[in-house]
């Protein structure tokens, strides 16, 4: 069945660092490829998403580019501030079904001043 | 606030309890989702509805658990007799599919209603 599978966290990084949260996926078929956020006490929110094979997401400076050959969509940020912190869900909706995503397990991120 | 809303957001309840949580989605959204989120883990699905229609359940929905969207608008999810393993964050999602395709694939979440079964 489909699969997400995420880099452990949590990822500890100083403001203005890089930051890189890895994903890689398996999924039968043309999946949508999404990057969901979750703040602390709050539902997930939508962060990014790409719909097909080179599409690059991109939003509040994250970026994550639907790699079809690695199955990757990696989530990348230049340079994090603390208000970043919160964990961050990569998710795909296979195509062909009922479009249910499939959810990795999340990782942390904690920034520090 | 048109978002996704969810009550109650907090739930404290003994073992063998009865509990039911409401979920509000975005009132254009035809299609309802409910998961459930342990510590640690991302959100698994439990069932959809579209419009008052449900029409996929998840393995992990034993007979304990029971959903309905009466009038395709809000939804409720009952748990009966309550266990220990029942504890989590129960999420509600919502988006739109108008005929065979989606117009978007995007969810969009209510805050969840976290259960404590003591």
């Known amino acids: 069945g489909d699969s997400v599978t995420q880099m452990e966290g949590p990822v500890t990084l100083s403001e203005e660092a890089f930051l890189t949260i890895n994903c890689t996926y398996t999924?039968?078929?043309?999946?949508?490829l999404f990057w969901y956020v979750q703040y602390p006490g709050e539902g997930l929110q939508l962060l990014l998403k790409?719909?097909?094979?080179?599409d690059k997401g991109s939003n509040k400076g994250f970026e994550a580019t639907y790699r079809k050959e690695t199955t990757s969509f990696h989530l990348e940020k230049g340079s994090v501030q603390v208000s970043d912190s919160a964990v961050y869900f990569c998710?795909?909706?296979?195509?062909?079904?009922?479009?249910?995503?499939?959810f990795g397990r999340g990782t942390s991120l904690i920034v520090h001043p | 606030d048109t978002g996704v809303s969810q009550d109650p957001r907090h739930k404290i309840t003994k073992r063998g309890q009865n509990v039911t949580f409401r979920c509000d989605p975005i009132?254009?959204?035809?299609?309802l989702y409910w998961y459930r989120q342990t510590l640690g883990q991302g959100p698994e699905f439990l069932t959809y509805?579209?419009?008052?229609?449900?029409?996929?359940k998840s393995r992990l929905l034993s007979d304990r658990f029971s959903a309905e969207r009466p009038k395709g608008s809000f939804s409720t999810l009952e748990i009966q007799r309550t266990e220990q393993g029942d504890s989590a964050m129960y999420l509600c999602?919502?988006?739109?599919?108008?005929?065979?395709?989606?117009?978007?694939?995007?969810?969009?979440f209510g805050p969840g209603t976290r259960l404590t079964v003591l």
């Open positions: 999924a039968t078929g043309y999946p949508s």
């Open positions: 009132s254009e959204h035809n299609r």
């Open positions: 999602a919502s988006n739109i599919r108008l005929g065979a395709l989606p117009s978007t694939d995007t969810q969009y």
């Open positions: 998710a795909l909706s296979a195509s062909g079904g009922s479009y249910i995503p499939t």
């Open positions: 790409a719909t097909k094979a080179d």
């Open positions: 509805f579209q419009n008052e229609a449900q029409l996929e």
